[in-house]
């Protein structure tokens, strides 16, 4: 499965279908930073048991879901969304998709209910790679890099299927791994 695509950011990374790794199986990863010191990423389809009520108490019962951005940094909060006409903040990393957030503006806009699950994601921790690091890794065939995505993949509440889709999207040449068991013995 060898990446023909540089990652940037806005790109995915795609987890070939038996890394072992339980941080990164059957993960999709959104680059958020790529610079040739290194590179930070959200895993997208992996998520945690806290809402984000538990990490933030002062936002009230808010009860929208946190996903395990990876292993780095777990004592950190990180957001992405595609509202920047409400938040009025944010790095645009892909088209319509932005990273950060003002914390003010956000508790505001949570208060009065004007956020939708389907606009922002929260990740407690990152994706991290030092330099040249992710170059080896993409060498090594752990990664794929795609484009070939929708926002609404991104901001997908099904995270079982967001792996397979991202896979189907990359075209017939890669359709048949979407299939692939997680366990090959099991085969």
């Known amino acids: 499965m060898l990446s023909k695509l540089e990652p940037s950011a806005g790109k995915l990374l795609i987890s070939e279908p038996f890394?072992?790794?339980?941080?990164?199986?059957r993960s999709v990863i959104l680059i958020a930073?790529?610079?040739?010191?290194?590179?930070?990423?959200?895993?997208?389809?992996?998520?945690?048991?806290?809402i984000l009520g538990d990490l933030l108490p002062e936002l009230g019962a808010s009860d929208f879901p946190v996903y395990y951005g990876g292993p780095v940094g777990t004592d950190t909060l990180?957001?992405?969304?595609r509202c920047y006409d409400k938040?009025?903040?944010g790095e645009e990393i892909a088209p319509g998709i932005y990273y950060g957030a003002n914390l003010e503006t956000l508790k505001v806009?949570?208060?009065?209910?004007?956020?939708?699950?389907?606009?922002?994601?929260?990740?407690?921790g990152y994706s991290?790679?030092?330099?040249?690091?992710?170059?080896?890794?993409?060498?090594?065939?752990?990664w794929i890099v795609s484009d070939q995505y929708h926002a609404d993949v991104v901001f997908?509440?099904?995270?079982?299927?967001?792996?397979?889709?991202?896979?189907?999207?990359?075209?017939?040449?890669?359709?048949?791994?979407?299939?692939?068991?997680?366990?090959?013995?099991?085969?």
């Open 33 to 50: 930073e790529y610079t040739p010191e290194g590179t930070l990423g959200f895993v997208l389809n992996h998520k945690s048991s806290l």
């Open 109 to 124: 806009l949570l208060a009065n209910h004007d956020l939708q699950p389907d606009e922002v994601k929260f990740f407690i």
């Open 78 to 81: 990180h957001i992405i969304h």
């Open 87 to 89: 938040m009025n903040d």
């Open 156 to 187: 997908s509440a099904n995270e079982d299927e967001v792996w397979r889709e991202v896979i189907i999207n990359l075209g017939p040449k890669y359709a048949h791994v979407s299939n692939f068991p997680q366990n090959p013995n099991l085969n």
């Open 19 to 25: 890394l072992n790794d339980p941080n990164f199986l």
């Open 128 to 142: 991290g790679w030092g330099e040249d690091q992710l170059l080896q890794e993409l060498r090594d065939n752990t």
